[in-house]
């Protein structure tokens, strides 16, 4: 079973350093294209736009993964240390509920753009929605998943904390 949730998570990460690299190639070839050799080519900007959202929301679903999202802490940290860890609890219980909430209607976007078409490309606007849908499922699942990477010998094991440190 852990070599399952490895090779996922290593499958995570090489798919957006692949759309990442493929987002740099596209661009920098078309940038080429465009002003050197005066021959743009036509399916290069929105091919930039698609991998960009794509590495946006993926990126974003690997911030959660090794926890280095901003965290505003600083009302939090004078709290009582009892205080702190029920608020550590309220905000991943909040954090849930919303990632639940963009999912839902990550997927109710997804199905209401499908039909429509990226012309000349003939593919769906549905293919840009479907990141935002899919990299929430992703963060839920690192969300919830974090219950057991945090440290059980310190109750206050924060949200803020980078992992490893």
Request: net charge positive.
């Amino acid at each position: 079973m852990r070599s399952i949730v490895a090779a996922a998570r290593w499958l995570e990460e090489l798919v957006v350093v692949v759309l990442f690299l493929a987002m740099v190639i596209v661009v920098s070839v078309g940038v080429f294209m465009r002003y050197v050799l005066n021959d743009p080519i036509m399916w290069g900007d929105i091919a930039a736009r698609l991998l960009f959202t794509w590495v946006t929301f993926l990126g974003a679903a690997l911030a959660v993964k090794y926890n280095q999202h901003i965290a505003i802490d600083v009302v939090v940290n004078l709290l009582p240390r009892e205080a702190r860890r029920y608020s550590d609890v309220l905000v991943r219980l909040i954090v849930v509920a919303l990632l639940l909430l963009l999912i839902v209607k990550g997927f109710t976007y997804v199905v209401r753009t499908w039909p429509q078409r990226v012309a000349p490309y003939e593919f769906s606007y549905g293919l840009f929605a479907l990141a935002v849908p899919i990299s929430a499922t992703l963060m839920l699942i690192h969300t919830v998943g974090r219950r057991r990477d945090i440290n059980p010998t310190d109750p206050l094991d924060r949200l803020s904390t980078p992992r490893g440190k």
